[in-house]
């Protein structure tokens, strides 16, 4: 059963961002080495302080308190200073996605009210964003970091110098209950949302964390997950900042190679990643490579037993799978070293409330609501632009269907539209990929739904195996004792399965190319 490493005290939430930055400074020393970039630059909570209020003071000229703020930039020191400098003058920093192209981030910032954004002449080149930074110019004005920094005024630098000795009087004051980040869903399944968290909501989500999973003051935490995604942002970024865990970061997952020499290089003792980058990462690793890791928390996808089993076998790894939506800043439930149960993603934070509703036509699980302390302010929607619209009675619907056992432990079935009718009964697309996975585990896959006038739904299976036979997954299926139901009615072979940037499959990408390729068959015939 899971226990509580740590006591799950609310209070210390109580307190702004910057606070708690301070906070730490002052608990584990102000010369402690507490984050690494991308480059090697070592950052103590000294130098954090220092940037964070003479970026702060140049980036709030021409804002208003309590206005967005837009980040675009990779994860690393310039990201995170970014944030709380934006946050300690009292302004909100709004997450940008640059991965999710012009249209995604124009939704974001009207929903926001986004006029700024502070982004990187370095990150622009080496990202090869110019066409997006162009565009981007066009919509709101572009704060480049380097511009900034070449041209410090002077008040950003006396900022600096009296932040050394009284930097909670030079920084605003901010009650914990007010926006302190601004972030939006993946957009897996349609156009993103804007979720408002509050300083209170992140620092009680770190509350949380730090009670349920064991932290040590020797452990070293990689983070290549991105900012603008609430994993890479509260646990990868702010968790280790204010627990005085040293933080390796890392501007993108997509360098498998790359990251485990990281890894190996500074003695990694915690990872975060998703299913998809893990297996990358295991894949390019020899045996040796990742030996220095005791924990590797894996979120927002599926972990499939084949990534489990991998990591096992080549590298001794026991992977932890989590749970967590945006909304809940993020993390709702995670297995822990000594409560790993495989096919579940763990127990339940602490102070959190739980409800799992029917659904029908599905009888192994329920539509999860939660509330608790780190569930967000609320939505921002295209139609009222800054509007807060608050969960109901503070109950979030996360649109995934889910399953409690009687230890306590959640299972998520998939998302309820990740639900097709087929021949009037209820099929989960989720399913579907997993016995293909389990019967190509070597490959990626992703199911999806197309409809047909005369046949109502159809499943699609896309999939990079490009020997992959229907006829075959028939077979497996039947040998299993999974409804026939499950096998889809096409297989459409791809060279690859886009992904979101923070790892998740595109789905509405999946199903662009499901229908080009049924497109170019019905013209053949």
């Not at 981030?105 to 370095?122: E, P």
């Not at 585990?441 to 999806?448: F, G, L, T, Y």
């Not at 923070?502 to 789905?507: A, L």
Request: aromatic share 6%; net charge neutral; charged share 25%.
């Amino acid at each position: 059963m899971a226990r509580p490493f740590a006591t799950f005290d609310v209070s210390r939430a109580r307190r702004s961002l910057f606070r708690a930055l301070l906070d730490a400074a002052g608990k584990f020393g102000a010369d402690r080495q507490i984050l690494v970039d991308g480059d090697g630059r070592v950052f103590k909570y000294r130098d954090l302080i220092r940037a964070t209020l003479a970026l702060g003071f140049a980036l709030k000229q021409g804002t208003r308190p309590g206005e967005s703020v837009g980040v675009m930039l990779p994860t690393g020191a310039a990201a995170a200073i970014a944030v709380f400098a934006i946050s300690a003058y009292g302004r909100v920093p709004a997450m940008l996605n640059f991965t999710a192209g012009m249209q995604s981030l124009r939704t974001a910032m009207q929903m926001a009210n986004v006029k700024r954004v502070v982004t990187a002449h370095r990150f622009i080149e080496l990202g090869k964003f110019e066409s997006l930074a162009q565009e981007l110019g066009r919509e709101c004005k572009l704060i480049y970091l380097e511009d900034v920094r070449d041209r410090l005024p002077l008040g950003a630098k006396a900022a600096a110098v009296i932040g050394k000795f009284a930097p909670a009087a030079v920084a605003a004051r901010q009650r914990p209950d007010r926006p302190a980040a601004i972030l939006f869903t993946s957009g897996t399944e349609g156009e993103p949302k804007g979720v408002v968290l509050s300083h209170f909501n992140i620092l009680a989500n770190v509350e949380q964390v730090r009670s349920h999973l064991e932290l040590f003051d020797h452990d070293v935490l990689f983070n290549p997950l991105p900012v603008f995604h609430c994993f890479g942002l509260t646990v990868g970024t702010f968790m280790p900042i204010f627990l005085g865990v040293k933080a390796v970061m890392h501007p993108t997952p997509r360098q498998p190679h790359e990251i485990v020499r990281r890894i190996r290089e500074y003695g990694a003792t915690i990872l975060l990643a998703t299913d998809t980058f893990v297996s990358q990462y295991i894949r390019a690793a020899d045996e040796d490579d990742l030996s220095s890791l005791r924990l590797a928390v894996c979120g927002a996808e599926r972990l499939r037993d084949e990534t489990r089993q991998l990591a096992r076998h080549k590298c001794q790894v026991e992977l932890l799978e989590g749970y967590g939506v945006t909304e809940a800043s993020p993390v709702i439930s995670a297995n822990q070293p000594e409560a790993n149960r495989p096919g579940t993603v763990g127990h339940f934070m602490p102070g959190m409330e739980t409800r799992v509703e029917p659904v029908e036509g599905i009888r192994d699980g329920g539509r999860l609501l939660v509330r608790g302390p780190n569930v967000m302010l609320g939505y921002l929607s295209t139609d009222e632009p800054g509007k807060i619209h608050p969960p109901d009675d503070g109950w979030h619907d996360t649109g995934d269907v889910a399953s409690v056992d009687e230890d306590g432990y959640l299972a998520i079935r998939g998302r309820l539209r990740r639900f097709a009718k087929i021949g009037g009964e209820t099929v989960s697309l989720t399913v579907v990929e997993n016995c293909a996975s389990a019967l190509w585990p070597d490959h990626s896959h992703a199911a999806i739904v197309l409809r047909d006038e005369r046949r109502g739904e159809n499943i699609v299976l896309v999939t990079t195996n490009a020997r992959a036979d229907r006829n075959e997954l028939l077979v497996w299926v039947r040998n299993h004792g999974v409804p026939e139901l499950a096998v889809p009615r096409r297989v459409i072979a791809v060279d690859e399965i886009p992904v979101l940037g923070s790892g998740k499959t595109d789905y509405p990408g999946v199903t662009r190319l499901a229908m080009q390729a049924t497109q170019t068959s019905s013209a053949a015939e």
